[in-house]
């Protein structure tokens, strides 16, 4: 070979590895840091990963927060009013935090079904809603009406 082409063809080599380096450092980094999106049916359901990081939300459900008074732990459950799924946080609570308000809790599923949150987002007014929530609890609804036997619409 050609003093100059193995040259050339050390280089195209060492571009290539350095090229599959990144683009796998990157996959990783990308994998780490996704934070994917689960309703409490999902969660309630088994559909959730356990010990991965994702994001849960849904509605603050009535008469279901306490409130440790020796420490900042706060237990409540969040409902998307088909399933509901208790959550655990430590921490300062958003001020805007309120039952039957909406919330978007992330943080880790564990082993007994208990999602415990390090972080806790409420919503900013009373007009909006997160997408995701939003979603999720249309999706619920139309589930709870099929199971109920109501319908939208009158078909002759």
């Given at each position: 070979m050609h003093p100059i082409r193995k040259k050339r063809l050390t280089i195209v080599l060492f571009l290539l590895v350095g090229l599959g380096i990144a683009v796998?450092?990157?996959?990783?980094?990308?994998?780490q840091n996704i934070n994917l999106f689960y309703d409490p049916t999902q969660i309630s359901t088994?559909?959730?990963?356990?010990?991965?990081?994702?994001?849960?939300?849904?509605?603050?459900?009535?008469?279901?927060?306490?409130?440790?008074?020796?420490?900042?732990?706060?237990?409540?459950?969040?409902?998307?009013?088909?399933?509901?799924?208790?959550v655990e946080y430590t921490g300062i609570l958003p001020d805007l935090f309120a039952e039957g308000q909406g919330v978007v809790a992330m943080g880790r599923l564990n082993s007994n079904g208990r999602f415990?949150?390090?972080?806790?987002?409420?919503?900013?007014?009373?007009?909006?809603?997160?997408?995701?929530?939003?979603?999720?609890?249309?999706?619920?609804?139309?589930?709870?009406?099929?199971?109920?036997?109501?319908?939208?619409?009158?078909t002759y």
């Open positions: 796998a450092l990157t996959t990783y980094a990308l994998r088994g559909k959730a990963p356990v010990d991965v990081r994702i994001r849960a939300g849904g509605m603050v459900e009535e008469g279901s927060v306490v409130r440790d008074p020796d420490s900042l732990k706060v237990q409540f459950r969040v409902t998307d009013f088909n399933a509901s799924v208790p415990v949150a390090d972080e806790v987002l409420a919503k900013h007014d009373e007009n909006y809603m997160p997408p995701e929530v939003a979603d999720a609890l249309k999706k619920a609804s139309k589930v709870s009406d099929k199971a109920s036997g109501s319908a939208d619409t009158v």
